[in-house]
């Protein structure tokens, strides 16, 4: 992972094509480190001897091509003999790594090439940090950014999760415009800094002037054109001489151009450069160093109780790579930046890993092409094909959520607008079939579960219990009732399922020592999972049946509640404490409420997928939805399909906010039958379906569908026997977990693992988390 | 602007990197034209001589460098002279064609230039379309991708308006792959959809069977490798021969081999590349016509009664650019693809323009470095940096939003968050000083005025009061008491401050022939919103505090209403109807709440920017802020901070969700005096602070500045005398659209025109705009 040192800066050699003169601007950069003293700020004598109170400077070729004589290590070897020189892989064909390495070794090298080459970079700097300080590490790499390595991913791609600076050699060729610019357009897209630009001065083509007014303005990256005496004047290396002495001193001649710059002190030097890399360099740790006061000054976080944090506290993430932060700690010895696991999915948004290059490109692309734009009245192609992905009509290799009951879709920013929006429509149908043109005396409520979460807006906070979220919002006032659901959890290998005892499950047997009546028991998830088997055989789903059909009854026909909808979070509470419901039970409350449809006002009639009967029903798939369980929707277990439903989160792949709410059509004819503008859905947002976030969700949907196609996750489906339920966590592991004293209990579904600690405190007000990581720290 | 036309498909030629062959393909792809029929199901004769049924094809170059002789129209001319080829402008230095142009005029031209390349392409264009059909025409330009043009914009910043589909000539030397696939990247990110990639077939470095694989899995581009006989074999054209004849000839068999491909029909040809192209354009044509009828199949678009909506209605949005759409229509003739000014600016989120390069750019480089990261309790830069720029803790030459007053940025996903998060900071903010330990028994209400609004989740909803937005959602209850705003308008040449009358106003003179109030009338804008003056001079800042001081009094000591917070939309009410809403008034309102602090339960101290008095005051600038009416922030016109400010559409740029709410130490302190966990503001938004909208956010701040110091706008303010009162429209231009019969009155900000028409059916459930645009067409 990303590494840097307070005493030794290491920066990335990248080309803007080949040929450009990486290995002459390495060397003389390495020559320029031991040339320079701690303060830099006095030139010395025009020599190339090493200074005593220079920095230490190493320098690593990765991956080199062509025979063992003309390797760039060789090279620098030969002017700077005690710069620390190595090379990792070397090949003797001279092309493409990708090339070199399939003639070398028959067959195209597996992608794990590309972890061992990282790890082995990363190795090395370790080394070189704790060999000296202070110090400086080059790391040039083969061809241009995008050139293949080994495995025959892109140079930029390979070194990505290392991120380091980037020293990017720029072309003075004609055309080196182009391609300098392009291959800053790449890196930059990869998340690099690009910290300074090298390149021969080009009378003639100018490039160097150009460059630098442009990537000054734009990136503020300075461009260094650097020469030395080549015999025709002063630029790039001189033309290789006969005799070997001879050339061998014409370059000496040249380095020291390079190094000391001009006799009569005009333009730059590679000197400069050090200096303007070292500033840069202290300038990142001076940064990184405030971050967490200065953020703590500044911002303010969500969900937290600021008197609760140190400096020390703060997470300063410099950038992500796959499932890990790089975190700024202060241990001396080590790098600064120390990897994390993003052990939430930062709040469970990502799938495909942070800095993927793929999503960064589709976003990139819906930029260019549009921005944003206008969505009501109009259209644009990310936002219609995303539709059409979403309701199935397009092609994908595992059932999208709103196949075979959905037909449109709503987009908006977040979960809870999502959710705002799914309540509006849900209710206002519920009115439009039970009470229009009545007076609007009661009160609409929703029927729900107890641990449902649906969001922070107000809206969707009236649509759950109270609870330590509502506690202090004046204007929070839940609108429902709230059954108690039963819930799975896995203790010593059996999966059980419990409820706690309250009025309406008064007549059910209960474990008096516990507080809580015990429903079933499993000797797998997958038969806990398999709805169908167990609506067919066994009693339970007629007790829920029973206990639903006198709870409803009750509240509508005793207490008078009016309900407008019935809100769901499928399978998984996440919010509300990582519950996992007994799905028999909310197939069941799915079933009940679509066949008592005369208790809520209207005749029961045969119901179609596309025909909402009772309440509507709205899954909040919002955490549970595409594959955060290992599933595209809760839908597919519970055997039944709502009458709309909401997906955020992973939807625009982890990278910027959107979130859909999907409604089958007799809810949207519910809004859409008139001609008055006002019976309309009066709701949007100003980037609503967003090109940017639409081009990214569909790009997310390739990948995944990519990814099911070639089976990447069949074997863990293999190990929990089972396609529908199924979990990245290992089978053994889980229920090994599950017979720890301390642990209360274990669930795990899909890339979720939850572990119940025995803890008396546990909830929101919770700090027992914080303590244990303090404590580890 | 861009261009599409039935029976012509366009396209751009861009190089991977100079002397990459671009011309040899532009010349075989014409001749591969010339020479397939309609079906192009047939090969034909290995000949070069046109065929009669196949297209009319067309060659521009619009700017080319090298002597006349060494034209690339020239070589196109002199191999297939029946093909229609231009050249618009004709530089004699092989060079770059900026150092080309300044060699010839001396200096560097003028932006404006770009603009005339563009349109003399588009009429160009135009003209081929026109003069037969079936046709094509190939836009060769100059260099690599990113290669300046004359005024010294990379090509494809050039050319974006026009946003041709691509055939990328990629580069088969050595580095090739990198320097390929950095220009497709390059191509991308500014929203061009790159068709084909064409290149030499190379055997050595296989730069064709990488690229073809990588681009298949990645994008779906196919690339063809293309050669002929050059003597050695297959590939690139044969070496130039001494004498001209043998040299002609040659070339005349390369490009038979080259149209025709082997011989033994192995491979591909240019005759595949024609016909892959004429398949991606007419799926292109076929895709854009049923867009309209899909999208109204399977989008649910907000605010919309779709049975008002036929397929013609819909705008297809191809793309856009600056500050046009560029959308779909069917007018045969002329071009498939119409300019649609961008009237209101995508929901005023616009402020630089669509497809801006560095927006994209910036969002790229966060996606890279971070994707989105977990804010709670941790920190990323662009976070970090874009809450310092919003608080004026980096500098700017303008007055930043929260200069002065704000001490915290909480960030959320859009407007409407922003707004539930500041109700909910400024009505606990209440509780916790009036009423902590109380029971809850009166209703925390807001303070407002009539006809604001501030986003359609249900918490903000609440805050205003009831219109055609709540009238259908059954769990909006307003919460509050909504003053009757003076409002300005200008009619005739003149400023008028009127009120519509009320119980309020009831001591106040009426004109009764209009039923409104008439304040005030002043000769200029600038008067109009001269608070300080007006507050020193005139009696009316005295009458609007008395009538405020009688009617709060009212309302809290008779009525019994608890107020918790005032919330304003400062200067401008855009949903409610776009009212200018007399800047005096607001200001009179602040200070008497402030004043009135015993009035709502404390006492009144002597207040600092950072200390709220009697009720929290929110401005809701999510509309008025950042520039979209000529000031970075109401407050300076008002002269007066808040305690609590919220921003977003123009804040991330126009091009992905981002709000922030900003609050005063001692909204802050509310909640974290106290070190319970729950008595934190708990609200959260999965992509909090996400780093790609902080990072866009971040430049969009760096442009505006820019702009600002160049004096971009001076100009305009100059016009209007005004460097806080100004407009983009042009003062006599406003002032004689006021003068119109037809028109109620006008008022100009920033860049909002205001034309209010005379109308009796005006608001949400108005469709004369819709209506009149239906006349129109």
């Not at 803007?16 to 450009?20: I, K, L, N, Q, S």
């Not at 959520?401 to 009951?405: F, L, R, T």
């Given at each position: 992972m990303a590494q840097l040192f307070a005493g030794m800066r290491a920066h990335q050699v990248f080309g803007?094509?080949?040929?450009?003169g990486k290995t002459i601007f390495s060397t003389g950069y390495a020559l320029a480190g031991t040339l320079c003293s701690a303060d830099a700020s006095v030139r010395g004598p025009r020599t190339l001897a090493p200074r005593a109170d220079a920095e230490r400077v190493a320098y690593l070729k990765p991956v080199s091509t062509g025979p063992p004589h003309e390797m760039d290590a060789g090279h620098l070897q030969q002017y700077a003999p005690w710069v620390h020189s190595s090379t990792m892989l070397q090949f003797a064909e001279p092309v493409s790594p990708h090339l070199a390495s399939v003639q070398k070794a028959g067959t195209l090298p597996h992608d794990a090439h590309d972890a061992q080459i990282v790890s082995g970079i990363g190795a090395w700097l370790l080394q070189q940090a704790r060999a000296s300080v202070p110090a400086a590490a080059i790391i040039e790499t083969a061809g241009g950014v995008n050139s293949p390595a080994p495995s025959g991913s892109s140079q930029a791609d390979l070194l990505r999760p290392l991120r380091l600076p980037v020293v990017l050699v720029g072309s003075s060729k004609l055309g080196g415009i182009s391609t300098t610019r392009s291959a800053l357009e790449s890196l930059r897209m990869r998340g690099y800094d690009v910290e300074a630009v090298l390149m021969f001065p080009s009378q003639r083509y100018q490039n160097d002037a150009y460059l630098q007014s442009l990537l000054a303005e734009e990136y503020a990256i300075p461009v260094f054109a650097l020469g030395g005496p080549n015999g025709d004047g002063w630029g790039a290396p001189p033309v290789r001489a006969v005799c070997d002495e001879e050339d061998h001193a014409r370059m000496r001649d040249y380095y020291i151009g390079l190094v000391h710059g001009r006799e009569d002190g005009s333009g730059t030097s590679m000197l400069d450069v050090v200096r303007h890399l070292r500033a840069a360099h202290a300038k990142r740790l001076a940064r990184l160093s405030t971050m967490a006061s200065k953020t703590r000054e500044v911002c303010w976080w969500p969900f937290t109780q600021h008197g609760r944090y140190t400096d020390e506290d703060v997470m300063v993430i410099d950038s992500a790579y796959g499932d890990f932060f790089a975190v700024h700690n202060n241990t001396p010895q080590t790098s600064l930046l120390a990897p994390a696991l993003d052990g939430s999915a930062s709040w469970w948004t990502q799938v495909l890993g942070h800095g993927h290059a793929r999503l960064g490109a589709a976003a990139a692309y819906a930029a260019g092409r549009y921005g944003h734009v206008l969505f009501p009245g109009a259209t644009n192609e990310p936002a219609l094909a995303l539709s059409e992905t979403l309701l199935g009509k397009r092609p994908l290799s595992f059932s999208a959520?709103?196949?075979?009951?959905a037909s449109r879709v709503f987009f908006s920013d977040d979960g809870s607008t999502a959710m705002e929006v799914a309540l509006k429509m849900a209710i206002q149908s519920s009115v439009r079939r039970y009470a229009e043109g009545e007076g609007e005396d009661r009160e609409w409520q929703v029927l729900g579960l107890q641990g449902s979460y649906h969001g922070d807006t107000i809206g969707v906070m009236d649509a759950?219990?109270?609870s330590v979220y509502s506690d202090h919002v004046a204007w929070y006032k839940g609108r429902g009732y709230w059954l108690a659901p039963p819930t799975l959890r896995v203790k010593h290998g059996k999966v059980h399922v419990i409820v706690r005892p309250n009025r309406d499950w008064a007549h059910w047997e209960r474990d008096t020592a516990r507080d809580e009546i015990h429903l079933a028991t499993f000797d797998s998830m997958q038969e806990a999972y398999d709805v169908t088997r167990r609506m067919q055989h066994g009693e339970l789903y007629e007790n829920y049946r029973a206990m639903l059909h006198t709870t409803l009854t009750r509240l509508v026909r005793d207490e008078g509640r009016r309900f407008g909808a019935l809100v769901l979070e499928p399978l998984v509470m996440g919010a509300g404490g990582m519950l996992f419901v007994d799905p028999l039970f909310q197939r069941c409350l799915v079933d009940v409420v679509r066949e008592q449809a005369a208790l809520f006002g209207g005749k029961h009639v045969s119901r179609t997928p596309s025909q909402w009967q009772g309440l509507p029903v709205i899954y909040d798939e919002i955490f549970t939805g595409l594959f955060r369980i290992g599933i595209p929707s809760a839908a597919d277990v519970l055997g039944t399909s709502p009458d709309i439903a909401c997906y955020a989160k992973i939807l625009s792949g982890g990278l910027v906010p959107l979130s859909a709410t999907l409604a089958s059509s007799s809810i949207f004819d519910t809004f859409a039958h008139s001609d008055e503008k006002t019976r309309a859905l009066l709701h949007g947002h100003s980037y609503t379906a967003h090109p940017v976030g639409c081009s990214v969700a569909l790009e997310t949907f390739a990948i995944l569908d990519e990814m099911h196609m070639r089976g990447d996750w069949a074997k863990h489906q293999e190990d929990w026997g089972s396609t529908t339920i199924w979990s990245f966590w290992n089978k053994q592991f889980v229920q090994r977990l599950s017979a720890y004293a301390h642990v209360e209990s274990v669930m795990a579904l899909g890339t979720v693992l939850k572990i119940a600690l025995v803890d008396q405190d546990a909830g929101a007000p919770s700090v027992s988390a914080q303590r244990r990581r303090a404590r580890k720290r």
């Open positions: 803007a094509d080949t040929e450009v959520p709103g196949h075979g009951w759950c219990e109270p």
